[in-house]
């Protein structure tokens, strides 16, 4: 056969009119079924590595199928996403969307899109409102609230009910519940904590300063801890070195988690997000026997807030798709999908009250109230670009002081003194 | 073969290369480590000068971490070397058994650094370690490997040389086998002993191979960041913080001056540890 080409006698230019014709209709339908921006719109999410990750892909196809957007996930574990979200927003933005903790509001807001005309369409009044605190930075909003983090103390009731002692309320209550419960012969200590290299020993500590009154850094603009106040905390952080686990200097968050699963440790102040494993029965040999609260006060309570906010690029090309997306993510609709999530390990909670007193929550989520309760009277860390160097800096002077390279008192003058030099005081 | 003036282009593209990948970037470092910039603030970028680096040698947490990098460098290199050495005159021996073992000995030069400092995080582990739980069975106590300073920087220690013991001992083996057995035949017809004809033939032939491993491990050691990191983070306080890993903290916070001010003192400091090996490598005998 020479020439046209010709299949069951229908011509080739007949085949390709066809063919013209089916794709016109696939793109009509396209147009119709999907809003015009999103067509074909992919979104770069930078988002934390984990279990909070296995909340968000397990729910991703349910928005990209609604909406039409494609979110390719790029994540990082913790101690790597600051640095990685960083680069990215100071180099031009690799992103169009960062999942962010709140401390680096801040730091990258000059990078970051404000939300402020946007979220004035959405039901923000239903946010607890600290956790829209989180996202806001020198007036303006850069961040919506997904995830509430919060301290609170979990406790074995069990073993509490066998003592005769109460929950504690204070700081002295739970050091004296400690000492009582603490036994290291039979692997069975007071409290958890992570007191060494690790990023949340320094939370630790900062959650004992405020409970007495001190500060990181006043409303002066200079540091607060090297005070009366802070001398308080720091004591009581180190007595509460004392009754716990004896490598607490290497211990991580995961550690608090796993002494609290084996039964070894009888109290811990943990994220809330550290929860749900430990009521998986199949998992933690304590399921159902803790009991969950505001974190215990010196002279005030102050559980710390750790609101994982989203946020968009200031120079994204994809403003819309990343504000639905965004949206999404912080809506009643996720929240009480990744609330109820199937997954003993994976626990993203909300921050919109609706969702945290949903009777289907509470049923999930037996430290719901605790929670909530927290969050109402969490204490934020300084507002201010320069905290992430600040949180590394205690970071570094508390491993040194619970590694016994500075004293009690060189600890606070080099915490304070660091802090000034950092802030330029 | 062409003229020398011909011959001179084929240097071009090596000069390219070295420029390109070597000294572009170099020059570009030393030009950032003289400004104060900090990522969050890039409308703020202001010229320093020395500044960095002045403020670096005012610095005690540098200073200190300096002192780490020379203990943790001359530490695990001793004990590679003499590690390294019994190995090779051991393998040098005419036993045939000893040839299998050899390729098992070579296993950990091919485990990733980061798998390897891992998985001795868990052998080392106080609660769960397997270590420990021999240790307790033997009524020792259960050492907190990664939580005590001393005990720490000698896990580090003991750790990159498990990691770096078979190079060192596949380079000195490799020495020996070229060094003339008649030599040997004639110490020994002389009287000489084995240790006579080590101290007197062995180690001064092997002199030139053992610095050459000196340097390349002395130049990896001072630079050894994924094994610390995974093992300690330079903890317990800043008891293993080496200057990888200050700089680590540095340029994650978005530091690019100071950063880079510290990645042109470790070239530097290298670059002088280099130049006394080769020194000592090259002196005339």
């Known amino acids: ?301 102050a559980p710390m807030r750790g609101v994982w906010t989203v946020a968009i690029a200031k120079n994204t090309s994809n403003q819309a798709a990343a504000w639905e997306f965004a949206n999404w993510l912080s809506s009643k609709e996720f929240g009480l999908a990744s609330t109820k999530f199937p997954s003993a390990i994976s626990a993203i909670h909300n921050a919109r009250v609706s969702v945290l007193q949903d009777p289907s929550t509470k049923a999930a989520l037996p430290y719901v109230d605790a929670l909530l309760a927290s969050l109402r009277t969490a204490k934020g860390r300084p507002r201010l670009k320069e905290y992430p160097d600040i949180q590394e800096h205690m970071r570094t002077t508390t491993a040194r002081l619970t590694a016994g390279e500075l004293t009690l008192d060189n600890a606070l003058k080099e915490m304070d003194a660091g802090i000034n030099k950092i802030l330029g005081k | 073969m062409g003229t020398l003036q011909t011959r001179r282009w084929y240097l071009i593209p090596g000069l390219v290369f070295l420029i390109g990948i070597d000294l572009v970037p170099l020059i570009y470092s030393v030009g950032v480590s003289l400004f104060n910039w900090w990522l969050v603030r890039p409308q703020e970028i202001r010229f320093l000068g020395l500044g960095n680096y002045l403020a670096l040698v005012g610095d005690p947490t540098f200073r200190r971490a300096v002192v780490v990098t020379g203990v943790f460098t001359v530490g695990s290199v001793l004990v590679e070397l003499l590690a390294g050495l019994a190995l090779a005159l051991l393998f040098a021996q005419p036993f045939s058994f000893l040839r299998p073992i050899r390729a098992v000995l070579l296993l950990p030069l091919f485990v990733v650094p980061v798998v390897g400092a891992t998985m001795w995080r868990l052998i080392l582990h106080p609660d769960m370690g397997v270590v420990n739980y021999y240790l307790n069975v033997l009524g020792l106590g259960q050492p907190a490997w990664l939580g005590e300073p001393t005990l720490a920087m000698i896990a ?45 033939i062995t180690v001064p032939l092997l002199t030139y191979v053992i610095l050459l491993a000196v340097l390349i491990r002395g130049m990896d050691a001072f630079r050894e960041f994924d094994i610390i990191f995974v093992l300690t983070g330079g903890g317990p306080g800043t008891a293993t913080e080496t200057i990888q890993l200050l700089n680590y903290r540095i340029f994650g916070l978005g530091h690019m001056g100071t950063a880079n001010a510290v990645g042109i003192v470790t070239l530097v400091l290298v670059a002088l540890m280099c130049f006394l090996l080769i020194r000592a490598i090259l002196r005339p005998r």
């Open chain 1, 1 to 301: 056969m020479n020439g046209m080409r010709v299949v069951k006698g229908v011509s080739r230019k007949t085949c390709r009119g066809y063919a013209y014709l089916l794709a016109s209709l696939a793109l009509a339908l396209l147009v119709v079924t999907v809003p015009a921006w999103a067509q074909t719109k992919t979104l770069n999410l930078s988002m934390l590595a984990g279990f909070k990750e296995d909340v968000l892909r397990a729910n991703l196809p349910a928005f990209e199928k609604k909406t039409g957007i494609k979110v390719v996930v790029d994540s990082a574990p913790l101690g790597e996403l600051y640095k990685k979200q960083l680069l990215s927003l100071s180099t031009g933005a690799r992103h169009d969307v960062y999942f962010m903790d709140e401390p680096w509001v801040p730091a990258l807001a000059d990078f970051l899109l404000p939300l402020d005309d946007r979220v004035k369409d959405i039901d923000m009044p239903d946010f607890i409102p600290t956790t829209v605190e989180a996202g806001a930075y020198g007036g303006k909003q850069y961040a919506l609230p997904v995830d509430p983090n919060v301290q609170i103390l979990i406790y074995r009731k069990d073993l509490f009910e066998k003592k005769g002692l109460k929950p504690p309320t204070t700081w002295d209550d739970l050091l004296g519940a400690a000492k009582a419960l603490h036994d290291p012969a039979k692997q069975q200590y007071g409290f958890a904590l992570a007191a060494g290299t690790d990023p949340q020993a320094p939370l630790y500590l900062t959650l004992l300063l405020w409970s007495y009154g001190a500060e990181l850094v006043t409303s002066g603009g200079r540091a607060g801890v090297n005070t009366e106040a802070g001398k308080k905390g720091a004591e009581m952080f180190l007595e509460l070195v004392k009754v716990a686990p004896p490598n607490v200097r290497n211990y991580t968050f995961a550690d608090v988690n796993k002494a609290l699963q084996l039964g070894q440790a009888a109290m811990a102040v943990q994220w809330a997000s550290g929860a749900k494993p430990l009521e998986d029965a199949s998992k933690s040999s304590v399921a159902g026997k803790l009991g969950y609260m505001v974190p215990p006060k010196g002279t005030r309570n």
């Open chain 2, 156 to 200: 580090i220690v003991l750790v990159d040389a498990w990691r770096t013991i078979p190079f060192m001992f596949l380079v000195i083996h490799a020495g020996l086998e070229t060094l003339p057995a008649e030599l040997y035949e004639a110490a020994r017809v002389d009287g000489a002993s084995w240790l006579q004809s080590f101290r007197f």
